[in-house]
């Protein structure tokens, strides 16, 4: 059974950091590819980075471009996102998923191409 698990979610100041981690069980996390999504209230779910199962390919969406960062850590079934500069738009239940799908020269960053998904941690920034 695939589980995710997110950790580093709360509450911080416009201008501040927060590093958002996500551990991963049930499955061989190196030979996957990981995304961070997010959903602000009344919103629709939206990629904000991914990597693929080598970490020499990422995604990032425009909104975050320069701020945040996707790393992951095989060794210890670990994924994370660093995110700088952080602005009150940024507020959402952020959610790392999984996909099962084997891509080449492609990283994932649709929803649909997601298999497997985190429970959420909440991330609100006040202004």
């Known amino acids: 059974q695939v589980q995710l698990v997110e950790s580093g979610g709360g509450l911080v100041q416009a201008g501040g950091s927060l590093r958002l981690s996500c551990v991963v069980s049930?499955?061989?996390?190196?030979?996957?590819?990981m995304a961070w999504f997010r959903q602000p209230p009344g919103k629709e779910r939206e990629c904000v980075a991914a990597?693929?199962?080598?970490?020499?390919?990422?995604y990032y969406g425009d909104s975050v471009k320069g701020r945040f960062a996707i790393s992951r850590d095989n060794a210890k079934n670990t994924v994370y996102l660093q995110m700088n500069s952080l602005k009150p738009e940024d507020t959402a239940v952020y959610y790392c998923a999984l996909t099962s799908g084997l891509y080449s020269g492609y990283t994932p960053h649709r929803r649909i191409e997601y298999d497997y998904w985190g429970q959420g941690t909440q991330v609100t920034v006040s202004s």
């Open positions: 990597v693929n199962w080598s970490a020499d390919s990422t």
């Open positions: 049930g499955r061989t996390f190196s030979r996957y590819g």
